[in-house]
């Protein structure tokens, strides 16, 4: 199985801020199941607790999604994407 982690940037940020959500092992469906449950359902910084409104629109494929947050007062718009482990310098220490 391919170990995963699911990002997401907050582009309302004055930073831009980026963050990892959340850090797993699993299937490519497991993953993008994940994906799309932290997309439609999960806090991240920056994003309020209590939104009237989510809108989630999927890019192409399925690993990444444009999410868009409303409250009361303010609109927060995040970018999820999913991304597999590719390369570890520890995989080439331990001769793996």
Do not use: C
């Amino acid at each position: 199985m391919a170990q995963w982690v699911i990002t997401a940037e907050n582009h309302d940020s004055e930073m831009h801020a980026f963050q990892t959500v959340k850090q797993f092992v699993g299937t490519r469906e497991e993953a993008q199941a994940q994906l799309r449950a932290v997309a439609e359902s999960g806090h991240v910084a920056g994003i309020p607790y209590s939104p009237k409104r989510r809108m989630v629109f999927r890019y192409g494929g399925e690993d990444a999604y444009y999410v868009r947050v409303y409250s009361r007062i303010s609109r927060t718009r995040v970018v999820f994407r999913l991304a597999e482990l590719v390369f570890d310098t520890d995989w080439a220490d331990k001769g793996e």
